[in-house]
Structure formats: structure tokens, C-alpha cells
């Protein structure tokens, strides 16, 4: 795997520590967030605030004790800490939109008076406008989104991709998208401006990162209805029991009044703890952090999601399309036979094709030269062994290479390319090689030619190697209840030999964009959601009717407004990771939830015998904790409900654990851990605190 | 004893569910029309044929309600210048309303005691109808929310008329007709007499009743509706004169409600799925059913210790053990019948019909209403199950968006906030407090169970409490209303937005809400929420009472 | 009619759908079942009446008061249960007592529950000629319920609050302080409410749970065949035949469960007392 930039990120949160100078840093920010304003946006923890305030002024005012401000404090610290959570997941963000913008400086830019015009004028980068051409240099940073037009050029992408190798963009094709803020490294380019000002792609990006404009998510918004339902029902039974408590001191008169509940009712603290403990403070905090976490841990991955809508879609995606080649087969295929013609030995060609790749570092270059030392004996030899070859590099215009070596001259290429060189050097190629070559091409496989002044020798066959481990990925997406669909442009024949081999479930040979268009059309009418990948103009349809679309950064500009996703990497296969993060992300959603919902059990059992033993002394018996006093048991039950939040917060930024697995598994597993954990860790959790804050002044 | 009184409940019902499910399950999805009916129709001036959207349908049900409510009320205030009103007066304004109301709404509470007000007229075409087209509503709606689910992409959730003619000529009209000739068999009256005197052995008098009696009893019962044609209901003999009519009438509540899954099951072509919210049921009606038995032979409480059984206000043919089991039937459906008197019943066995009731009468609940409030128990726990499977939630395909989940909170909000407000402000006023019978907790129970049964359409009371007083009346009418409508314009729109979704196909990923582990949480979500929602007020009246 | 407003349309059809159901629901179906009911089983569909001389005495299905015309009971007759419907099982205001579990103190205005049971555990033990006493009952047919204050804490005061001066306490003393009597008018809300069980052993309680409890039919038939036991001996004397012969019709008159599982048996008082009386 090539090194990232963003990789040091990506192994700390990885490995799920959260490093408190983070808790630190983001402190001021959770501050800021106490404003009501900015709270609005989450009816949970503005409850809370409200709550906090209240009791503050009662502290001050009418029910002043070291009790009521401890309350107070702590509920201050309940909102401060949900703050945090959020405040902390977007610091995250925040550390990779520095990086990113240290990319973004301030360019100049030659723009050209018009398309072949060979004028240019001098402007700022952020006077560029769509359609506009700009030419760019070696040595010159690319100052807008846009597409090649004229020329080829290799590029440093590292700014954004993190990935040090150079790439080639040229115009034309599937790879002619440039992003600004990116280095020409040679030759010269023109560009045609695509972005509009201040909407590059850098600029998506660090808005994305840094959750600037996150909108809340469908199932987020869903969430959010239930829980501030369960808030409306917390807040009624808090806010009716009082005439209950009234009515129940006015019926024993002879009780003395307690801290927590006198003539007239229960005591305003108190009550505002008990709604606080009750209502969904847990998830309610954390929801966002989680949201923010989970397009965190895509960006980790070198993928930017353009909403949270796709991340969450990715997790029910239903049937996955998969790109055959650099997908599921290696990018490259791999020397599978030498096929001689006629009056050519097999050994003959071997040998030609051997010298002709020494010097082709090309993955396709190296399989022939193991090829002929694993068939046929032939020693490898080092270039410089060969003291007088002089080496033909392969160019983008002629398409083929090799070595003229002693008087010879051997070429190996694509077969046109090849067959034009034999004809230029007088030689005339037979039908045969016709034949040989349509053969390879429609059993599915790539013919090179292999030539040597004026005839040719032969064909090497070179074939798709299926990926190691993608069986066992596919059994994984079957467990998970994921059809995968391999796509192919190759004929039905070679298709299923290579689904077959893959292990995926079905496959689209011969595949125009029209048919893969219409394969996520019939998909989704029945109901299923589809994720594929793709990069090329060609592709914008089905990417965007997919329901999540990763382009690839290497695609053309088309294709990355089109998805909804885009893979730094361009690494078709991490689709499969993607859907997993979407899964993990819903997961931690509904686990903390239930968590969350679970934990009221035990603060009622602590709350409840504070509150009314005095009155009943018999409900003493609640108090299945033996908790030290009425007050230590109601602040304990305060204190636990906030520091959980804390404590929860690696978990929320790393998501629970997630292992592929049928539905019923998963769930009995997260509902052993968070169900059954919620309803017991906080009776451990609350005993605990109680018997260190029971020696507090005020306690007893 | 106690438990082969159960167990044979449950043998009766597992025989019976099947061709009673199945025959709702024609009966709803049929297209026929039956000659009767079809002049019924004319009669009322529907075209059977053409379906309705949700507000159609929500529109034709409150119309139906409102005017039911109206023309019950006129009747009762009319009742003196009819025939067969056995000489009684017209029944005062704010009991009438609260007598329309509670009937319209299946709730039948009763602000009046049946032989002092109500003539044979009143009850027979004013009251028992009632009994019928508002259980025929019930299971109107249930049915119109399974259609939702069953439904792929459609617009209409079915026709109110249809549904609610057919439930009553189709459905309860032949069980109650058998059924009511069974009572009869077994001792309970069924003639047009008014009361006679007659001298007893000792030679004092006492005044014998009659009625049609049967032919209502059977209707309360199979309709979960509860109001009694006496003012001591099915305790009284005339209403149930045996220990087999006992077990019959138990048998007659919950033989609709615990049929409907299976229709249910059918109309979304998984009888599984059925089964799986049957389970849910099941498994808390026994365990509530079991709870209660035990705390009333128990007997813990000073006087059931003194008394050495929790013999008070229940009858020796019944016995302690069947009258609690009687109790958790009326009081998890929303039947509200009551064969003895839960206000003398133990605190935690009392506290069990009350709970029963705060668990939104699911297990197996009203006739109709049990089905849908549990399929939005069902909503909301794969709302949040859904999730931890990795997917956004559906069931039976249809995806959870916030709409769904917006429906489904506010159906789940009504009835709390209704009972806990309207006890805040009982407690809190002197016209509410004046209606106790007892005190301390006792009568603080007394005022929760008033709201909570009229916001649930129980109708059942902690008897004691005074209630046939305006501000009762009217406030108790307010609950029963909205907690009665409300809930069902919700589920209406609910079915009309389920209808619309194109449901998901299931993969291995789906999160499967047929198998026993989806039941024990919809079973832990149910319980966790309503304990949470009630416990305070638990607390402070049946609790504090138990554990003094 | 389709240019009238839909809202009114459908209220039409409401009303009409009502007249119609009211019409087939509350006329046909009463009637079809009340001449199907009269036709075939006329004695229970008209309340199972008993007659005797020709008279119309009772119904086999409710019970009655065995009293004089002075409402004390008439020894030669078993006795019914209490009944709170009425002066005593009244058809026109059937009713339970609706008090609860813990109604232990008695008010100006009623006795408690708890005394309501001592009292009639006391009268029918002394009727019975056994012992009345019951736990958490004083010896003179009370509640033994104590009003400890303060309401928290070490009490200092004990008043027996069923038990009105001049009565003797229950008990002398309670953790240590003198139990008073209860002087009528004064307020003992502020105490802590105390019953107190007592040294009864439950096997020793000789009057069963259904003769000291109302119904809650108010209508209640039927007697345990424990309390018909109890009665048999002083039926028996003061009708001058043998208990046996009494204990036998008992057994006559009783309604074992239902199919073998279904309710308690029950004794039958009206039946009982009219097979008594045939000579």
C-alpha cells in the first residue's frame, strides 16, 4: 500500500484512542456551543441547558445547599461534555482542512483568450470562471477544477490524495479531470475551467471534513422524532407528578419535610435531575459526534462522501456493481501463453517476447518475462547485462515497445500498433495473426503482438488474474445479504468464467453504460439500493441513478459530480469498505440509543427511593443499590448520566465493533453488549460514584 | 386449578384462531359483496367498489363517530318519551355525553349504574349497537393499517364502509348471536321484563330485573367493550351466572383480539410474521395473567391478611384465582367487564390491571386497537433495532423514514400524556380530589386508574371513586375522545404512507422480525417504556401501598 | 346530490349507515336471540327462577338476605355473605364496597375495611359459637391499627385508633410507650400508621374469608363449603334434625367446579335453605 498524508490520522483513530489533549483543544469550541442558538438544532441537550440554568438560579436563589450547586454544576458539565463529543469530531475534520488547504494557495493563472488561441492574460485564480481555458506548465500549480483539453501531462495529486506517485492526465478519455491546487510535474496542458468560483473541489472537501454545512441525514432526522417524543414523555411524567407528591405530603402530614420533597412537592433540583436523568441524554449528545465520526472514518479512508445521506445509504445497500478489471481482477493481466505463428517456434517467441519486456517494469512487462522463465526455461537477464541493447520505452503515441539489440530489433505492443511497425519495415503479416489475435480478444483475454523487423512472431496471450480473497469477500457480502454484480465489457463466455472464478453472483457481460444504467434502474424498482463505481464520462449516468456512486478520483470531472462518493485512491474495491462504514455508522446510531434508553432502569431505582422514602418509607426497598443518602443517590445518578457521555465518546467517534454477519447475529451481539450493558452498567456505575461522593459535605 | 383454567384458555384459543383469523382474513380482503349487503349499501348510499385514500377514510370514520356520539346522546336524554324505558328518567347532560363518548369510543365506562338509568331500550339499540360498530371500527382500522403494510405502492387503504359493515354483519354478529344463545344456556337472562318484587324466604322483598341481557353481554365481551347492562357488570349473576360462563366470557374477549395477528399474517403473505406479533401477546398476557393470580392469592395486604384471602368484592363461584384472571383479560384488552372489584384487589395485584392498561392494551388489547397499537410497538422497536443490524429500518420491507416514525411517536404520546396530565390536574383540584372513596395511595390509585382506563377505552375502574360528577364527566369524556381518535387518524396516516413505500426485498441482511428474538424485544421495549413513562406515579399510589 | 359538499355527503352516509346497523343490531339480532332464548330455554332466559307453593321465592342465581324484619339473622337459615349492594343484596343498586387493601382506619363517617371484617368475624363466631378472632383484629371486633407519633422516628406516643375510649387497647404497650384509647374527635392524621398482626394463628381463625367479606356482585348465591360447615351444627339445633342430615343436603346443594377446574365450589344458600325447609 502506498503512504498517505492523512495516515497518521488514520492509524489513531483506527486504533480508537482519543487523545485527551483533543479533549483539551476542543474545549472552547464546546464552550461556544452552550449558546441556546446553536443548541436548537438538538432539543436533548437544549433541554439540559434549560435545566442547568433552572437549577443554577434555585441554587442562588431559593434552594441554596452545596447539594443544589453540585447539581447545578454537573448539569452544566452534562451539556459542556455533548458539546465536547461534537466539538471533538469536528477537530478532527478540522486537522485534515488545514492540510488541505495548505494546498488551496493563492494561484495565478494564464487564462487563454479563447480555445486555440495561443494569447493568454494574467489573472488571480478566483476570477476563473466555467469555460474558461487556462494553460498550465511544468512546474506550475493548476489553479481551478476543470478537464484536459489539449495535451498529456504528469501531475502531483499528492496535495490531496496523498499519494506521492506522480499520475498522467491527459485530454481525452477517462483520465483528463484536474483538480486545482495540483502540481504540473512535466509537459504542458490546456485546461477547460469546470468549477465554479469558490466551489472547487478543494473547497468541497473542506467544508465536508470540517461538517461546516452538514445537513442531518434522513434516518438522523428520524431518530431525532423519536427522541424528542421520548423527551416530551420523560417531561410530562417528571412535570405531573408533582401535584402526586403534593397531594401525597398532604395525605401524611405527620412526615417532616425532606431536601427532596416538601409541602410543596418535590423539590425543584431534584426534579430537573430526575428529566435530565430520564431523558435520552446519552445518544442525544452524541448523535452528531456519530454522524460527523462516520464521514470521518470514509475520509480516513481516502474517500469524501458529498452527504451523509450516502454514508447512510451505503449501509443498506443491497446489490453492489462491480468493475471486472481493477476490481475483482487485477488491474493488469498476466502473461498466459505464447502463441507462435506458423514457421515460428514456440521457444523462438519466448525468447523475443522475453527481450523485448527485460527493460518493461510494467506489471503486464514482468508477467511475460516470468512467464518465459516458468515455461520455457529462459533466464532472466538484467538490462545491463546487455551491454549494447538499446531499450524502446512504450509512449502513449507508439503504443508498443522493446529493444534493438545486435541488429535486431523486437517490438511487442498492441496489435495495430505492432502490425503498422512490420508494414512500415516492408513486412506483410499474415491472416493468421488476425485470427490469433480476434481469438485472444474474444475469449476475453488481451494479444499482444510480438514482431521483429519486418515479420511477426507472434501473440502473447495475456490473461485477467482474479484478486486473491475476493471469494472470501464475496461470502462476506452474502452473509451481510449483499448481491454482487460484476460488470464486464467482455463477452458472456469469458464473464462467467471469471464470475465463477470471482465467486460473485451474477455478472453484466458486454456492458454499454446504457445497460448498466438500466441494470440500477430495475434494481431499485424493486426496492433494493445499489452502490457501484465508476470513472468515466461515460459512467455519470449510473453513478448518479446509483443510490451511492464512488468516482474515481482519477475520473473524469463528469464522473465525480455525478457520484456521491469519491475515492482519493481510486481503489474500486474499497466500495466494499465503504458499505461496511455505512453499517457501523447506523450500528453505534442504534446501539447508543439503546444504550442510552436501557440506562433510565437503574436511575430510576436510584431516584425514585430518594425521592419518596421520606413520605413511604416502605419504597425504600427500590433502593436496590443501597445508595448513602437521598442526595448522594440523586447527585450520583447526575453524575454518571454526564460522565458517561465522556466515556462514550471514543466509542461514538470509533463506531462499535463491526464483523460481517447475517442480521440475527449482529443484533443478539449488540443487544447482549448494549442492551443488556445499559441496564447494568449504570447500577455499577452510580453504586460507585455514590460511595466516593458520599463523604461530600451535605450528603447525609 | 388456576393454571388449567389458563391452560385451557389457551388450548381454546389455539383452536379457534386459526378459522376465526382466516375467516376475517376472507372476510377483509374479499371482493364480493353479499346480496344483504349489498343493499345495505344502497341503503346508505356508498359505492362498495371504490376505495378510499387515508384522509377519505380517516373523514368517513369520524363522521361515522361524531354522529353515533350525537344520536347516542339525544337517546339517552330522550329516553322517558320512548317505549321500554321502564318508567326511568332521562338521563342528566354531562352523564349522557360522558355515556356517548364512552360507548362511541369502546371505552364504556360507566358514569352510571345500568339498572337505575339506563331502560331496555337505551341499552338494547342505543348501547349494544355501540358494542358492535365501534368494535367494527377497531378492527376497521387494524385492518386498513395491515392494507398499508400488505400494499406496494399503492394509494388507497380500502373503504371505511365496506370494512365496518362487513366486520359487523360478517363478524360479530354470528359469534354474538352463538354466543349469546351459549350465556343463555348457561343462566343468563335474556327477556323484556321490567323489575318485579317478590318475597324472600324470610319474608322481606327483593326486586328480581330483567333485560336483554345475553344478547349484550356476549357484544361486551366480544367486543372488548365492557359496559355492563348492571352496575356490577360480569359479576353479577344475571350477567354471568356460572364458573363455565366465566371462563366463556374470558374466552370471548380475547378470541378476536388474538385471532387478528393471524389475519394480519395472511393479508401480508406471511403468517409467521403474524405469529411473531401473537408470540408478543401471548407472552405478556401470561406473564401478566400470571403475575396477578399470584399476588392475589398472595393475598399480601392487611386486610386480605386479616380476611386470610383476597376475598373481598369477589364472588365464591369464581373464586379468588379465576376472578384475577378475569381482571388481567378485561384489563389487557380494552375491555374493562370486570367479574370483581379491583379497587379491594391487593396493591400489586391492582397495580398489575393498572399497568395492563399503561402498556396501550396490546397484549392482546382491543378488538382491533390491540393489533395496531401493537404494530407501532413493533414500528418502533425496529426503528431502533433496525439499527443495529447496520441498516436503516423497515419492516415487512417497508422502510422507517421520519414520517413513519413521526406517526408512530405521536400515536405513542397521546395516551400517556392524557393519563398523566389528566391525573396532575385531578390531584391538583378539589372536584378531583372529592371522588375518592379511599385514601392516601389508595386513593390516589383510584384517580390514576380513572384516566388511565378512560385514555386506554378500558372503561374498568377502581370502583370507588365518584365519577358521575360534571367535572368527571367532562374531563373523562375529553380522554376517552382523544385517546380514542387521535391515536386512529395517526394510524390512518400511518397505513396511508406505509401503502405508498415499494417495500425492500428481504436479504440476509434484513433484520427478521418473525423469530423469537425479535418478540423478546418488542416484549423488553413495550415493558421498558411504559415502566419508564409510569413509575413515578406507580410509585406514589400502588407501590408506596404495597410496600408500606 | 353530487353537488352537495363531501363533508356533508359523508355525514349523510353516517347517518344512514347508523340507522341501518342500529335497525339490524339492536331490533333483529336482540329479538332473534330473545325468541330463540325464550323457545328453548325459557327458565334460565327468564333468570331461573325458584318457585315454591306456586310462589315466586328467589332466584336460583341470586342470593338473598336471610334476616328478620329487624335485619338480624334468622338462626334456622344458613346465612348469606356480606353484601354492600344496598341495604343487602338489593337488584336495583348491585354494587361492591370498593375499599381497599389497606382501608384500615376507621373514619367518623364509616368503619374501615378492617374493622367491617372483625366486627363480622366477631357476630358470626359468636353466632357460630366459635372463636371470631382474626389477625390484625382487636378482641372487641376492631382493626388492631396503631397511630404511632411522630410519624419518623422513636415514637412516643401509641394511639389504638379503632378502638374509641373507653375501650381497653388492644395491646398495653408498643416499643415501649403506652397504647391510649382513641378519643372521638381528635386527629390522628400525623401518625404513622401501624396494624398490628397479633398472636392468631391462621389455622386458629375458625369463620372463612367469603363470611367476612362482601361480594362484588353484591348478589353472591353461594357460600364456601366451609362456611356452610360452620353453620351446620346451630341449623342443625335449631331446627332439631341431625347435623348429619344438614351436612348431607350441604353436599346436595353444592356446585362443584366447572368441568373440575373451573371456579371454587360453592354452596348455594337459597337452594340449601329451601331443601331444609321441605319437610
Redesign the interface.
Known amino acids: 500500500m502506498s503512504t498517505h498524508v492523512l495516515e497518521g490520522t488514520a492509524k489513531r483513530v483506527g486504533g480508537g484512542l482519543l487523545d485527551p489533549r483533543q479533549l483539551l483543544t476542543s474545549l472552547p469550541e464546546a464552550l461556544r456551543k452552550l449558546n441556546p442558538v446553536t443548541l436548537w438544532r438538538n432539543p436533548v441537550m437544549l433541554i439540559v441547558e434549560i435545566g442547568a440554568l433552572a437549577t443554577t438560579i434555585l441554587a442562588a436563589t431559593t434552594e441554596t445547599s452545596f447539594f443544589g450547586w453540585a447539581i447545578a454544576g454537573w448539569l452544566w458539565l452534562t451539556v459542556v461534555f455533548a458539546n465536547l463529543a461534537e466539538a471533538v469530531a469536528e477537530g478532527r475534520g478540522k486537522a485534515q482542512a488545514a492540510t488541505l488547504r495548505a494546498a488551496k494557495r493563492d494561484t495565478t493563472a494564464r487564462r487563454l483568450r479563447g480555445r486555440t488561441s495561443a494569447e493568454w492574460d494574467v489573472v488571480g485564480a478566483p476570477e476563473l470562471r466555467q469555460g474558461d481555458f487556462v494553460v498550465v506548465e511544468a512546474g506550475e500549480i493548476i489553479p481551478g477544477d476543470g478537464d484536459v483539453v489539449e495535451g498529456i501531462a504528469s501531475v502531483d495529486e499528492s496535495a490531496i490524495t496523498g499519494e506521492s506517485a506522480p499520475v498522467i492526465r491527459e485530454s481525452g478519455g477517462d483520465r483528463s479531470a484536474v483538480t486545482g491546487g495540483t502540481k504540473v510535474l512535466s509537459d504542458r496542458i490546456v485546461v477547460e475551467i469546470t468549477q465554479r468560483p469558490g466551489e472547487s473541489f478543494v473547497d468541497r472537501m473542506i467544508a465536508l471534513v470540517e461538517g461546516a454545512n452538514r445537513q442531518k441525514t434522513p434516518n438522523e432526522i428520524a431518530l431525532n422524532i423519536l427522541l424528542a417524543a421520548l423527551t416530551i414523555i420523560f417531561l410530562v411524567a417528571t412535570a405531573t407528578m408533582q401535584p402526586l407528591a403534593i397531594y401525597s405530603m398532604s395525605v401524611n402530614p405527620g412526615v417532616p419535610g425532606s431536601l427532596a420533597l416538601s409541602r410543596d412537592g418535590v423539590s425543584g433540583v431534584v426534579l430537573v435531575s430526575l428529566l435530565v436523568c430520564l431523558i435520552p441524554t446519552t445518544i442525544g449528545a452524541l448523535l452528531s459526534a456519530i454522524g460527523i465520526a462516520g464521514m470521518d472514518r470514509l475520509v480516513q479512508r481516502n474517500v469524501l462522501a458529498m452527504s451523509g445521506r450516502a454514508v447512510e445509504a451505503a449501509g443498506d445497500v443491497s446489490t453492489l456493481l462491480l468493475d471486472k478489471t481493477g476490481t475483482i481482477t487485477l488491474g493488469n493481466r498476466q502473461a498466459g501463453e505464447f502463441v507462435p505463428i506458423r514457421g515460428v517456434t514456440a521457444e523462438e517467441l519466448a525468447r523475443a517476447a522475453q527481450l523485448s519486456s527485460l527493460a518493461d517494469e510494467t506489471p503486464e512487462g514482468r508477467s511475460i518475462v516470468v512467464h518465459a522463465k516458468q515455461v520455457y526455461g529462459l533466464r532472466e537477464r538484467e538490462p545491463g547485462e546487455l551491454a549494447h541493447a538499446e531499450w524502446v520505452p512504450f509512449t502513449a503515441q507508439t503504443r508498443m515497445s522493446g529493444v534493438n539489440l545486435d541488429g535486431r530489433e523486437i517490438r511487442k505492443g498492441a496489435a495495430t500498433a505492432v502490425m503498422k511497425w512490420v508494414r512500415d519495415h516492408g513486412g506483410h503479416p499474415t491472416d493468421e495473426v488476425g485470427h490469433l489475435v480476434d481469438g485472444i480478444s474474444a475469449s476475453g483475454g488481451t494479444p499482444l503482438v510480438v514482431a521483429e523487423k519486418g515479420r511477426v512472431l507472434g501473440v502473447i496471450h495475456l490473461k485477467d488474474v482474479v484478486k486473491q480473497g475476493m471469494r472470501e469477500r464475496f461470502d462476506e457480502m452474502r452473509r451481510m445479504g449483499i448481491r454482487t454484480v460484476m460488470i464486464t465489457g467482455d463477452n458472456p463466455l469469458t464473464a462467467k468464467a471469471i464470475a465463477e472464478e470471482a465467486g460473485v453472483d451474477d455478472f453484466l457481460a458486454e456492458a454499454t453504460p446504457e445497460d448498466k444504467l438500466s441494470l440500477i434502474r430495475k434494481e431499485q424498482e424493486g426496492g433494493r439500493l445499489v452502490a457501484m463505481t465508476g470513472d468515466g464520462t461515460n459512467d455519470a449516468p449510473a453513478l448518479a441513478q446509483a443510490d451511492v456512486g464512488v468516482a474515481m478520483n482519477t475520473g473524469t470531472s463528469a464522473a465525480k459530480e455525478a457520484g456521491n462518493m469519491v475515492d482519493l485512491d481510486s481503489n474500486p474495491t474499497k466500495l466494499i469498505e465503504i458499505v461496511e462504514i455505512g453499517k457501523q455508522l447506523l450500528i453505534t446510531r442504534g446501539a447508543l440509543t439503546t444504550f442510552s434508553i436501557a440506562n433510565d432502569v437503574a436511575k430510576y431505582f436510584a431516584i425514585i427511593p430518594a425521592m419518596f422514602a421520606a413520605v413511604y418509607p416502605g419504597l425504600d426497598a427500590l433502593n436496590v443499590m443501597r445508595l448513602a443518602s437521598p442526595q448522594s443517590a440523586i447527585l450520583a445518578a447526575v453524575i454518571f448520566n454526564a460522565l458517561v457521555i465522556i466515556a462514550l465518546i471514543p466509542l461514538a467517534l470509533r463506531g462499535v465493533r463491526y464483523r460481517p454477519a447475517g442480521a440475527s447475529k449482529l443484533l443478539s451481539r449488540n443487544l447482549y453488549v448494549y442492551g443488556l450493558g445499559g441496564i447494568v452498567a449504570p447500577f455499577a456505575g452510580i453504586k460507585l460514584i455514590d460511595l466516593l461522593i458520599q463523604f461530600l459535605p451535605g450528603m447525609s | 386449578?388456576a393454571a388449567?383454567?389458563v391452560v385451557?384458555l389457551v388450548v381454546a384459543l389455539v383452536l379457534v384462531h386459526k378459522p376465526l383469523g382466516d375467516h376475517m382474513y376472507r372476510v377483509y380482503t374479499g371482493v364480493r359483496h353479499s346480496r344483504a349487503e349489498r343493499v345495505?349499501y344502497r341503503?346508505?348510499?356508498?359505492r362498495p367498489e371504490s376505495e378510499q385514500r387515508w384522509p377519505v377514510y380517516a373523514?368517513?370514520l369520524l363522521?361515522?363517530s361524531?354522529?353515533?356520539i350525537l344520536?347516542l346522546y339525544a337517546f339517552q336524554r330522550l329516553q322517558d318519551k320512548l317505549f321500554l324505558s321502564l318508567g326511568l328518567a332521562p338521563v342528566p347532560d354531562h352523564v349522557a355525553w360522558n355515556t356517548a363518548v364512552s360507548f362511541v369510543t369502546n371505552t364504556n365506562w360507566q358514569a352510571y349504574?345500568g339498572?337505575?338509568t339506563m331502560g331496555h331500550l337505551v341499552q338494547?339499540?342505543?348501547l349494544?349497537?355501540q358494542n358492535?360498530?365501534s368494535a367494527a371500527v377497531g378492527m376497521a382500522v387494524a385492518v386498513a393499517l395491515v392494507r398499508g403494510l400488505a400494499r406496494d405502492g399503492a394509494d388507497t387503504i380500502g373503504n371505511f364502509?365496506v370494512d365496518?359493515?362487513r366486520g359487523?354483519?360478517r363478524v360479530?354478529?354470528p359469534l354474538?348471536?352463538a354466543g349469546?344463545?351459549v350465556l343463555?344456556?348457561?343462566?343468563?337472562?335474556?327477556?323484556?321484563?321490567g323489575?318485579h318484587t317478590?318475597?324472600?324466604?324470610?319474608?322481606?322483598t327483593?326486586?328480581?330485573?330483567?333485560g336483554?341481557v345475553?344478547?349484550?353481554e356476549v357484544?361486551k365481551e366480544l367486543g372488548t367493550n365492557g359496559g355492563g347492562f348492571?352496575?356490577?357488570n360480569s359479576?353479577?349473576?344475571?350477567e354471568n351466572?356460572?364458573?363455565?360462563t366465566?371462563?366463556f366470557e374470558i374466552l370471548l374477549i380475547l378470541v378476536i383480539p388474538f385471532s387478528l395477528p393471524r389475519t394480519f399474517g395472511r393479508m401480508v403473505g406471511q403468517v409467521r410474521q403474524g405469529y411473531a406479533i401473537a408470540a408478543v401477546m401471548g407472552v405478556i398476557a401470561l406473564a401478566s395473567v400470571t403475575l396477578t393470580t399470584v399476588f392475589e392469592l398472595h393475598g399480601a395486604?392487611?386486610?386480605?391478611?386479616?380476611?386470610?384471602?383476597?376475598?373481598?368484592?369477589?364472588?365464591?363461584?369464581?373464586?379468588v384465582a379465576?376472578?384475577a384472571t378475569f381482571a388481567a383479560a378485561t384489563t389487557l384488552t380494552s375491555t374493562g367487564a370486570?367479574?370483581?372489584?379491583h379497587?379491594?384487589?391487593?396493591?400489586f395485584g391492582?397495580m398489575m390491571t393498572l399497568f395492563n392498561m399503561m402498556l396501550g392494551e396490546v397484549a392482546p388489547g382491543g378488538v382491533g386497537s390491540g393489533l395496531y397499537g401493537m404494530l407501532i410497538l413493533a414500528l418502533?422497536t425496529v426503528?431502533?433495532?433496525?439499527?443495529?443490524?447496520?441498516?436503516?429500518?423497515e419492516y415487512l420491507?417497508k422502510k422507517?423514514?421520519?414520517r413513519?416514525?413521526?406517526l408512530a411517536?405521536?400515536y405513542?404520546?397521546v395516551t400517556?400524556?392524557l393519563v398523566?396530565?389528566g391525573?396532575?390536574?385531578a390531584?391538583?383540584n378539589k372536584a378531583g380530589?372529592a371522588a375518592m372513596?379511599?385514601?392516601?395511595?389508595?386513593?390516589?390509585?383510584e384517580i390514576l386508574y380513572a384516566f388511565t382506563s378512560a385514555s386506554n377505552n378500558n372503561g374498568s375502574a377502581?370502583?370507588?371513586v365518584t365519577v358521575n360528577t360534571p367535572w368527571y364527566d367532562v374531563a373523562l369524556g375529553l380522554c376517552m375522545a382523544f385517546g380514542r381518535f387521535l391515536p386512529i387518524v395517526f394510524v390512518l396516516a400511518l397505513a396511508g404512507s406505509l401503502a405508498r413505500r415499494?417495500?425492500?426485498?428481504e436479504?440476509?441482511?434484513?433484520?427478521?422480525t418473525h423469530?423469537p428474538?425479535f418478540v423478546g424485544?418488542v416484549v423488553?421495549v413495550t415493558i421498558?417504556?411504559v415502566?419508564?413513562?409510569?413509575?413515578?406515579?406507580l410509585?406514589?399510589?400502588p407501590?408506596?401501598?404495597?410496600?408500606? | 346530490m353530487d353537488r352537495m359538499p363531501s363533508w356533508i355527503r359523508q355525514h349523510l352516509a353516517a347517518v344512514r349507515a347508523l340507522v341501518v346497523l342500529t335497525l339490524v343490531t339492536g331490533a333483529l339480532y336482540p329479538l332473534a336471540v330473545t325468541g330463540v332464548a325464550q323457545l328453548l330455554f325459557g327458565r334460565q332466559a327468564n333468570g331461573s327462577m325458584i318457585e315454591r307453593d306456586g310462589r315466586t321465592v328467589g332466584s336460583a342465581l341470586v342470593g338473598q338476605s336471610f334476616t328478620d324484619a329487624a335485619g338480624k339473622p334468622v338462626a334456622r337459615y344458613f346465612q348469606s355473605r356480606p353484601s354492600a349492594a344496598g341495604d343487602g343484596y338489593d337488584m336495583l343498586s348491585t354494587a361492591a364496597s370498593n375499599l381497599g387493601p389497606e382501608d384500615v382506619v376507621d373514619t367518623p363517617d364509616r368503619a374501615s375495611l378492617l374493622t367491617q371484617v372483625c366486627a363480622r368475624s366477631k357476630a358470626i363466631g359468636e353466632r357460630e359459637g366459635v372463636s371470631g378472632a382474626r389477625p390484625y383484629c382487636t378482641p372487641d371486633g376492631a382493626g388492631a391499627v396503631l397511630k404511632v407519633f411522630p410519624a419518623v422516628g422513636k415514637p412516643v406516643r401509641a394511639v389504638s385508633v379503632n378502638q374509641a375510649c373507653p375501650a381497653t387497647p388492644f395491646a398495653a404497650e408498643y416499643r415501649g410507650v403506652k397504647v391510649e384509647c382513641a378519643r372521638p374527635g381528635e386527629d390522628y392524621a400525623a401518625g404513622r400508621t401501624v396494624p398490628v398482626r397479633g398472636g392468631v394463628a391462621e389455622a386458629a381463625v375458625a369463620v372463612p374469608a367469603d363470611a367476612v367479606t362482601a361480594s362484588g356482585s353484591g348478589l353472591d348465591p353461594h357460600i364456601s363449603l366451609a362456611y356452610a360447615e360452620l353453620q351446620a351444627p346451630r341449623v342443625a339445633r335449631e331446627r332439631g334434625v341431625g347435623v348429619d342430615r344438614v351436612r348431607a343436603l350441604i353436599r346436595e346443594h353444592t356446585t362443584g367446579r366447572a368441568l373440575g377446574f373451573m371456579g371454587e365450589p360453592a354452596v348455594n344458600v337459597l337452594e340449601l335453605n329451601l331443601a331444609l325447609d321441605r319437610p
Open positions: 386449578m388449567l383454567f385451557a345495505v341503503l346508505v348510499g356508498v373523514r368517513s363522521a361515522f361524531a354522529v353515533s344520536f349504574s339498572e337505575s338494547m339499540a342505543g349494544a349497537v358492535f360498530v364502509w365496518l359493515v359487523t354483519l360479530l354478529l354474538a348471536f349469546a344463545i343463555v344456556v348457561g343462566g343468563v337472562v335474556q327477556n323484556f321484563a323489575p317478590i318475597t324472600t324466604l324470610t319474608g322481606g327483593q326486586h328480581l330485573t330483567g336483554p345475553a344478547s349484550q357484544i348492571y352496575n356490577t359479576a353479577h349473576p344475571f351466572a356460572t364458573s363455565w366465566n371462563w395486604a392487611t386486610v386480605p391478611q386479616a380476611v386470610g384471602a383476597a376475598m373481598e368484592g369477589k364472588d365464591v363461584r369464581f373464586g379465576d376472578s370486570v367479574d370483581s372489584f379497587d379491594s384487589y391487593t396493591p391492582g418502533i426503528f431502533v433495532a433496525g439499527l443495529m443490524v447496520g441498516r436503516t429500518p420491507g422507517i423514514g421520519a413513519e416514525i413521526k411517536s405521536l405513542f404520546l400517556p400524556v398523566l396530565t391525573t396532575a390536574v390531584m391538583a380530589l372513596l379511599n385514601t392516601g395511595p389508595h386513593g390516589l390509585s377502581f370502583g370507588g415499494i417495500p425492500v426485498p436479504s440476509a441482511g434484513t433484520l427478521p423469530r428474538q424485544m423488553g421498558i417504556l415502566a419508564l413513562t409510569f413509575l413515578p406515579a410509585a406514589l399510589g407501590i408506596a401501598e404495597g410496600l408500606s
